[in-house]
């Protein structure tokens, strides 16, 4: 553990109800579950309805972000949001299957991790490839993030000025590279 504090944004997802809980309690349940781990919740993000990801692959989706602080490492971070999933009746069956929680830690600082050539390899990596092949270690910034709505949506409630370390554009910037109807789709709940 590091003795200076680090700025994350945590991406959060549900698209199934947990015991009979509706998916946006899950997800401040689990807001709350993260800071009593010492994480710190700077800010959290409007809630979002967003639809599923793959099209078709189940439910619409209730999407978030937070801002926070930590003291922990990126790799123990991505333990604790593993643990909370758990917790939370997370089970990793099916890659980007319904889930009760899904975490994603997506930034951590302008940290690029494990290193450049291994994040540009996932950058660049087919939407077929994506489908079958698992990250076997934790890729910072999550290389999908400048693609995807549902996460640059919410992100801009809570870190609009957030820059990537690689692509040098703010989640602002990011966002105005997608399409009006993809954004249109992520709507306040």
Request: proline share 7%; charged share 20%; hydrophobic share 45%.
């Amino acid at each position: 553990m590091s003795n200076f504090s680090s700025e994350a944004v945590i991406a959060l997802g549900a698209n199934l109800s947990l015991r009979g809980v509706e998916p946006k309690v899950t997800l401040q349940n689990a807001i709350d579950a993260i800071s009593r781990q010492g994480v710190v919740i700077r800010a959290v993000s409007r809630f979002f309805e967003t639809p599923c990801f793959p099209a078709g692959a189940g439910p619409d989706y209730i999407n978030a972000a937070a801002l926070v602080d930590t003291h922990k490492s990126p790799a123990e971070l991505l333990q604790l949001l593993h643990a909370v999933e758990h917790e939370f009746g997370r089970e990793r069956v099916q890659r980007w299957g319904m889930r009760t929680l899904d975490l994603d830690l997506v930034g951590f600082g302008d940290q690029v991790l494990p290193d450049l050539a291994e994040f540009n390899r996932w950058l660049v990596l087919s939407p077929e490839a994506q489908r079958q092949e698992v990250p076997g270690q934790l890729i910072l910034p999550h290389p999908r993030l400048q693609d995807r709505a549902f996460v640059l949506v919410p992100m801009a409630d809570v870190a609009p000025d957030w820059r990537h370390p690689v692509l040098g554009r703010t989640v602002t910037e990011m966002l105005s590279d997608l399409s009006a109807e993809d954004i249109a789709a992520v709507t306040p709940v």
